[in-house]
């Protein structure tokens, strides 16, 4: 049984270049989480999907983020122009709709922004 | 503001004895509450949950004591072992608003010495 599967693991880029992350949640889980974690800030929400329609996006930067749901098996989280700032593990969560509570984590994407 | 605060960066315990991890939140709207295990460069793996309608739960070593009016939450390891050496995040969510995000505590490294 497969757990959340992030891809890719790590991510190298250049400053302004462009970086996408991708998210495959659990089979059957319908709602999909999206946090950041860095050593200052620690563990931040971002995004939240519940049957693909965004539901929270108070977490976003608004600038350059931009999360999609195009299908229940998978989401992505694009950031444009990278900055040095945006060097963090990106986590994306996801869980049953209806026990929402109880989120499943994937293993993160460390992304690099040189 | 910080909304879910853990303020003891640490802890070291001796094995066997009993670890205590603390959390306190700000929200009175939060209704769930949460505790999640990680070690380095793994992700958050959930531990023990309540919700606001209990104030205690138990699971083997591990239990959870949420005390609504000093908007607090503990988790208790008991018979602490080395394997428990971990971070521990603590986490809390509201439901009601419609959005299921977690909002998580900075952290606590438990050390258990043998």
């Known amino acids: 049984n497969a757990g959340v599967i992030q891809t890719p693991r790590h991510k190298v880029t250049g400053k302004g270049q462009e970086a996408t992350l991708w998210c495959e949640p659990i089979?059957?889980?319908?709602?999909v989480f999206w946090y950041r974690q860095t050593i200052v800030q620690g563990l931040e929400f971002l995004t939240y999907?519940?049957?693909?329609?965004?539901?929270?996006d108070s977490g976003m930067p608004k600038e350059r983020f931009s999360a999609q749901m195009p299908n229940q098996s998978h989401s992505t989280l694009k950031i444009q122009s990278t900055q040095p700032q945006d060097s963090a593990v990106y986590l994306c969560?996801?869980?049953?709709?209806?026990?929402?509570?109880?989120?499943?984590f994937g293993p993160g994407t460390r992304l690099l922004v040189l | 503001g910080q909304q879910v605060k853990q303020s003891s960066p640490s802890l070291t315990v001796q094995e066997g004895g009993i670890s205590i991890l603390n959390c306190d939140y700000e929200n009175d709207m939060f209704d769930y509450f949460a505790w999640y295990k990680k070690y380095p460069d793994n992700s958050p793996t959930l531990l023990i949950s309540v919700r606001s309608n209990v104030d205690k739960r138990e699971d083997g070593r591990l239990t959870v004591f949420l005390n609504k009016s000093g908007k607090h939450f503990s988790l208790h390891i008991t018979a602490s072992q080395p394997e428990d050496t971990a971070v521990y995040l603590c986490a809390a969510g509201e439901n009601q608003g419609g959005s299921a995000k977690l909002i998580f505590g900075e952290g606590t490294k438990l050390t258990v010495s043998s």
């Open positions: 089979s059957g889980h319908s709602a």
């Open positions: 969560a996801s869980s049953l709709v209806g026990n929402q509570d109880t989120q499943y």
């Open positions: 999907f519940r049957n693909q329609a965004p539901i929270d």
